[in-house]
């Protein structure tokens, strides 16, 4: 794919970043945004750009552990690091219980939001692994939803936590 | 919260099932709008009109079309065809040439090779404006002196409705509302890609909520034939209305076609809120008279909407919210009288329960009013005062199918109402203000709210309303399949569940695949009015009895050759054919080769309303209620919704999971209205096109929604079931206002209701009265009367 925001006149920064387990060697221009180089250069586009002011979260992804709004990080800045998008979730053909949770429980309609909230969702509950519903929406507080009313998507993480605790999920 | 229930991946009408689409959509791998990519694409860019109103005097492009990597500058005198563009009629031109009527309107695009070079090419356009004189309040524009928004004025379509006479009432009460400008605010932008073609045709994949009307709108412009101008559905990241006008459709487009390269163009948020239509802010008046037992005997309704610069889907806007401005009651007299102006603000148009949200907003308020005038509980005037089967509209239509009104709000009103919790030794996060944790919760008043509402189901107002389906069965590797080829468009509703659900029901297998949406099968209609459940089902399901049909035929003719008897009657069950109720075959017996049938589905016909603004206007209706319970903190204006409890009238619930799903996230948005969101404009210009600045409902500005679903089939639709995507957002607003008025005491009327309001910083809106009446000569929209409806007569014929 095309590289985004090329202007010939800035120098690029080599960068080597962990995507989903495999690593990548780019020169990215200093401006470019991660969730940029994720989309344009890397073609990952389950991440999604919402608002382009770090109000909405459906650019989220994991950078080394954390949950990140990738429009709230310059590409240069994750040299180096381990970073987990929305298509590294699901395992040997089998989704992640998050994803589960989701399809099963209706947590999504159109979608657009749905990557971010999965993974800062993983964050709740690696943080939580039984969590509140006080929990879950403290935790999700970052991330909109214009479709759902989000009731489902507490129904969403709860159900993962339950199938992750090893217990029937249903 | 919603009752748990079964749910199932391939599952029939009734059940809840799975999304199909929920795979993908939970991988990362859907691909929306935004998402597309092609081999050598290039990127759209749009620069738009600074000013509300002004005259072009000149557009220089030389220095933007010098600049490496730009591959295209096109202006107005670009447009192979026809000049201008619209839902209902053609008066917003696809670039402007001479007058811009509007801040944000599109004024030159251009290609280039990534975005930032086309965002700095645009910056090196140069036009040069004449400011002129902008209307930009809505009573304003009725005015004799204001300025003409269009050459013929700024009426855009003037509805009376009388109903019965004057009446003597023991109680009269009198109420005037404001409410803003809502954004749709889907949370995937405007996009979409355009691919020139070999045959000089394009197709464009694109998100929207009907692809048909987009090619009507986009070939004569391209100046092609319809069958050169190929749409497909790409993924729509929400839509509620914003999509259902085009908006970068035709642009791209032209810049593809002018390129002969793939051209992509993918709104930022900022230019989201420039690039669709917005829900019309309105002045409301209402007088209501009662006897003294409560019973109804008058309402007066003066509404005014502001449609802004171009007219979208107006007319039908205004229609509704005049059909609809005595609310869901039996009233022997009413006059309403609804105007919608054009004015130089941001064009508005479809979104969510149209109409029917500024109605409901003046009249529950008036309910209100009206049951403390009479010394009556709210609910118990009602009740006294609803609709029922048979019941007569202020437009002399008698509802004839199911409106079990009473019950919805029996059953709403008897959800348990949440626990008091005392302030003291609460989580401050879940104090009026969360986050934010500017209170110990020392002046919290709690208030609860009641509303009903309603509206139509499918289009109204005699429109020639349909959809058309197709469905081929035939042998796979594992037995029967069933393809369904619609072009309903999933916004996220899911559309696409239920039709595949429907396909399984009718046919008796499992095995259901969907055609990707595009324009190789008819015209779908609209994803809007709630009407895709009734028309693209009922075209499924007409299609399935149509291969049933000839699947039986086969069955036949097999038996007779073989010199047996089959008895009947034929039917299909878990992949077999069945005689007389017993096993007969594998339904891939007969497909040796496929079946395929196409069929249109049409709902009864309606009729425009007349001068009168009698007629029989809707198709059938749904209504809801809800009851909300908020905590304001009387000290700092802050309000926390505690819980909505929700009951809905559904008529057949095809996919229960997804119809709470529908009323959650319709209470969701009508929490944004009462609550929050407003576009704020400042003599035309948006002041807040952000999401930092235009606020959305978060996680824990939800309360949990508890929901009843009231299941009284609807005669003569299928499956009995009523559409069910904008009800809720009818009524939890005013539900919502209703409780903290009862909270504060204050009048609060005009919504969004702000801190201020609350705290009583700001006093109550008021109006001298309501503007005169325009003179104008009919119910009929005026563009009508002035030939735009036959294309583009006045405005586009010229350049």
């Known amino acids: 794919m095309a590289t985004h925001h090329t202007t010939p006149e800035v120098t690029p920064v080599p960068i080597t970043v962990t995507v989903n387990g495999l690593t990548h060697r780019h020169a990215v221009e200093p401006r470019t945004l991660l969730v940029y180089y994720l989309r344009e250069t890397l073609g990952l586009t389950g991440t999604h750009i919402g608002c382009d002011t770090t109000s909405c979260g459906t650019c989220t992804v994991i950078i080394n552990g954390l949950a990140v709004k990738s429009c709230t990080i310059l590409a240069a800045q994750a040299d180096g690091a381990d970073i987990l998008t929305v298509e590294g979730l699901a395992r040997d053909g089998q989704l992640h219980p998050i994803q589960e949770g989701f399809w099963q429980e209706h947590g999504l309609q159109c979608g657009f939001c749905t990557p971010g909230m999965m993974l800062t969702a993983l964050q709740i509950l690696q943080r939580h692994p039984d969590p509140s519903d006080k929990e879950i929406r403290h935790g999700l507080e970052g991330n909109l939803c214009r479709c759902t009313g989000y009731q489902q998507i507490v129904a969403a993480v709860q159900y993962a936590a339950r199938k992750m605790a090893g217990n029937s999920p249903d | ?799």
């Open chain 2, 1 to 799: 919260m919603s009752v748990r229930t079964v749910r199932k991946t391939r599952g029939v009408v009734g059940e809840s099932v799975r999304r199909v689409d929920g795979v993908p959509k939970v991988k990362g791998q859907f691909l929306f709008g935004s998402d597309l990519w092609a081999e050598g694409m290039l990127w759209g860019h749009t620069v738009r009109s600074p000013h509300p109103s002004a005259r072009i005097r000149s557009i220089d492009i030389s220095k933007a079309l010098a600049r490496p990597g730009v591959a295209a500058v096109l202006v107005a005198q670009d447009v192979p065809g026809k000049k201008t563009y619209g839902l209902e009629f053609a008066d917003q031109p696809v670039l402007a040439w001479d007058r811009v009527r509007y801040a944000g309107e599109p004024v030159t695009i251009l290609a280039a090779v990534d975005p930032e070079t086309a965002r700095r090419a645009a910056s090196l356009i140069n036009v040069d404006y004449e400011i002129l004189p902008a209307v930009t309040d809505m009573e304003q524009a009725l005015r004799p002196d204001a300025p003409k928004v269009h050459d013929f004025g700024n009426i855009l379509r003037h509805i009376r409705i009388e109903h019965g006479r004057s009446a003597k009432a023991d109680v009269w009460v009198e109420g005037y509302y404001e409410t803003g400008m809502q954004d749709q605010a889907p949370l995937g932008p405007e996009s979409g890609m355009a691919i020139p073609a070999e045959d000089g045709g394009v197709d464009l994949y694109v998100a929207t909520q009907w692809l048909h009307v987009d090619r009507e709108q986009i070939a004569p412009c391209l100046n092609l034939p319809l069958e050169k101008v190929r749409l497909h559905l790409a993924g729509v990241g929400g839509a509620f209305g914003a999509r259902e006008d085009v908006s970068m459709q035709i642009h791209a487009c032209m810049l593809a076609l002018r390129t002969g390269r793939p051209v992509k163009m993918s709104y930022t948020r900022e230019e989201s809120f420039y690039g669709h239509v917005h829900r019309h802010p309105a002045h409301v008046w209402m007088r209501h008279g009662a006897r003294r037992d409560g019973t109804l005997v008058y309402v007066y309704a003066r509404l005014v909407l502001d449609g802004g610069a171009y007219a979208s889907s107006s007319a039908a806007v205004i229609h509704n919210a005049a059909t609809f401005a005595a609310g869901p009651y039996e009233v022997p007299n009413a006059l309403i009288e609804a105007t919608c102006v054009y004015t130089n603000n941001p064009p508005c148009g479809a979104m969510r329960s149209f109409g029917a949200v500024q109605a409901a907003i003046g009249y529950e308020a008036q309910m209100d009013k009206l049951a403390k005038a009479l010394g009556m509980p709210p609910i118990q005037l009602r009740l006294k005062n609803v609709v029922s089967p048979g019941s007569v509209l202020p437009t002399g239509q008698v509802i004839r199918g199911s409106a079990p009104v009473r019950e919805l709000i029996r059953r709403c009103a008897a959800i348990p109402l949440p626990p008091e919790e005392p302030a003291e030794r609460r989580d401050p996060l879940s104090l009026p203000g969360g986050a934010g944790n500017v209170s110990r919760g020392e002046r919290l008043k709690r208030g609860v709210g009641f509303a009903v509402g309603y509206k139509n189901i499918a289009y109204s107002g005699g429109f020639d309303d349909s959809a058309e389906a197709r469905v081929r069965l035939f042998r796979g590797p594992g037995g029967a399949i069933a393809e369904v080829h619609s072009a309903a468009a999933e916004v996220g509703q899911g559309i696409h569940t239920v039709l595949v659900q429907i396909a399984r029901t009718e046919l008796g297998i499992e095995h259901v695949v969907l055609h990707p949406p595009d324009t190789n099968v008819g015209s779908a209609g609209s994803t809007s009015a709630s009407r895709q459940t009734m028309m693209s089902g009922g075209a499924v399901q007409l299609a399935c009895q149509a291969v049933k049909k000839d699947l039986f035929a086969r069955v036949r003719r097999w038996a007779q050759a073989e010199g047996r008897t089959v008895p009947e009657p034929l039917t299909v069950e878990g992949g077999m054919v069945l005689a007389a109720g017993e096993p007969l075959a594998p339904i891939e017996e007969f497909l040796e080769t496929p079946i395929e049938q196409t069929r249109v589905y049409h709902h009864r016909p309606t009729t425009p309303i007349d001068e009168k603004g009698q007629g029989e206007p809707h198709v059938s209706f749904g209504f809801a209620a809800e009851r909300a319970v908020v905590e304001v903190d009387e000290e700092l204006g802050l309000v926390r919704v505690v819980q909505i409890a929700a009951a809905q009238d559904v008529g057949r619930a095809l996919n229960p999971q997804g119809v709470y799903g529908q009323i959650e996230g319709g209470t969701a948005q009508g929490l944004g209205f009462a609550l929050m969101e407003e576009i704020q404009l400042k003599d035309g210009l948006i002041k807040n096109a952000s999401f930092t600045d235009y606020l959305i409902p978060t996680i824990l500005d939800m309360p949990p929604v508890v929901s009843e679903l009231i299941e009284e089939p609807e005669p003569g639709v299928p499956f009995g079931a009523k559409g069910v995507g904008e009800m809720s957002t009818i009524v939890s607003t005013p539900a919502i206002v209703a409780a903290l008025r009862s909270a504060t005491g204050r009048e609060l009327n005009r919504i969004p209701v702000r801190p201020d309001d609350l705290i009583g910083l700001s006093p109550p809106v008021t109006s001298p009265g309501p503007p005169p009446s325009p003179e104008v000569p009919g119910p009929e929209p005026i563009p009508k009367y002035v030939g735009l409806a036959a294309g583009q007569a006045i405005l586009g014929g010229t350049e």
